[in-house]
């Protein structure tokens, strides 16, 4: 019983209703996409490996007695037992994988994201379980980029930050007096050695020629803060830096194969420079769909969570050009290798 089909497929939700229907065919369409048809054992990485069917033809007993429809196999070199769960961001979840599964397509497929209270409401599932399935999603989108490295001879990195949360209009009286207090010695949005009173400060870098993005919170925006930043995620030396006219990137820019900025304080966004076009537009485009997401979708993120978030608009936007399919069977191949338990999590 094959779950999916061998010509190239177009998963769209009905798609995932009729093949992924019940707990085997939702282990069956994960074994499908995680493997491709090369089943391994995620303790020793051996192919050596072969599936143990269930006594009955149907359902397994478990060590509580209860029959569950997990599918089972072997490793013949370890002898260890595993599924496709095993070590992925599902692995020991009580809930379904069938809907493990929708909710990963979801995240994958809405532009502005998903809120835990949707997830909530259209599985029947608690709060704290959306919750904590959502941050476990981006945990997986988190992992898949965190090795590759921006940049390259002939890429162009546009680099920006900017501050997010605090919004006035959304504090209690007490908290908001303090903050305008705050805000009379430091003008709203004014760049500074660091974020303002009860914003987190985060930079992203755009790779324009990739089309990837990483964004970073980072504990302020002086110059050494951001060159730590940039260093970890950029091959300087042979990238070409964008960025405003912010004093903070002139050190870094010299690190850079060359370094043109545009004067924000101007309200110049876009300029030409020897016929090729200079701007850090995309940073700003990225920014404003973060913060509209932010604001509409989530309402509140706490600061301590905030970098998992910035990990699924990374992941969205460094995928924007791929299709649902393949966003989403990409995020299924990332999800080995990250578990995380409510504890932790909550406590961040
Ligand atoms: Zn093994």
């Known amino acids: 019983m094959g779950c999916v089909d061998e010509k190239p497929i177009n998963i769209t939700m009905p798609y995932l209703m009729d093949k992924v229907r019940d707990e085997p065919s939702a282990y069956l369409f994960l074994e499908k996409m995680r493997w491709q048809g090369r ?8 192919e050596n490996v072969v599936y143990l069917n269930p006594l009955n033809g149907h359902s397994r007993l478990t060590r509580t007695g209860n029959t569950s429809q997990r599918r089972v196999w072997k490793c013949r070199d370890c002898v260890k037992q595993f599924s496709v769960l095993t070590g992925t961001i599902f692995h020991g979840s009580k809930i379904a994988v069938r809907t493990w599964i929708f909710v990963v397509f979801e995240m994958c497929t809405s532009k502005n994201g998903v809120a835990a209270r949707e997830i909530e ?21 988190k992992n898949g980029g965190v090795d590759e490295m921006l940049g390259g001879p002939g890429h162009v990195i546009v680099a920006d930050e900017t501050f997010i949360g605090g919004s006035l209009k959304r504090m209690n009286a007490g908290t908001r007096r303090k903050a305008e207090a705050v805000q009379k ?3 709203h949005g004014a760049k500074l050695g660091g974020p303002s009173w009860n914003k987190v400060a985060v930079l992203s870098l755009i790779d324009t020629t990739t089309g990837q993005v990483r964004s970073k919170v980072v504990a302020d925006v002086t110059g050494a803060t951001l060159r730590k930043a940039v260093a970890e995620q950029v091959h ?10 912010a004093k903070a990137y002139r050190a870094i820019g010299r690190e850079f194969a060359a370094h043109e900025t545009v004067n924000h304080a101007e309200d110049i966004y876009v300029r030409k420079l020897a016929g090729k076009i200079v701007t850090s537009n995309q940073a700003e485009n990225f920014f404003s769909q973060l913060k509209r997401s932010l604001d509409g979708t989530h309402h ?6 905030l970098f998992r978030y910035l990990a699924e608009f990374d992941y969205r936007y460094s995928t ?5 399919t393949s966003r989403f069977v990409r995020l299924l191949g990332m999800v080995a290798g990250v578990r995380l338990s409510y504890r932790p999590l909550a406590a961040g």
């Open 39 to 46: 089943p391994f054992c995620p303790h020793c990485h051996g």
């Open 300 to 305: 509140h993120v706490s600061k301590k969570h």
């Open 185 to 187: 010695v430091i003008p």
């Open 121 to 141: 409401r259209k599985y029947g599932i608690t709060n704290k379980t959306a919750w904590h399935m959502l941050h476990r999603i981006r945990e997986a989108m």
């Open 236 to 245: 300087m030396e042979s990238s070409i830096l964008h960025t405003d006219e």
């Open 320 to 324: 924007r050009d791929e299709s649902d």
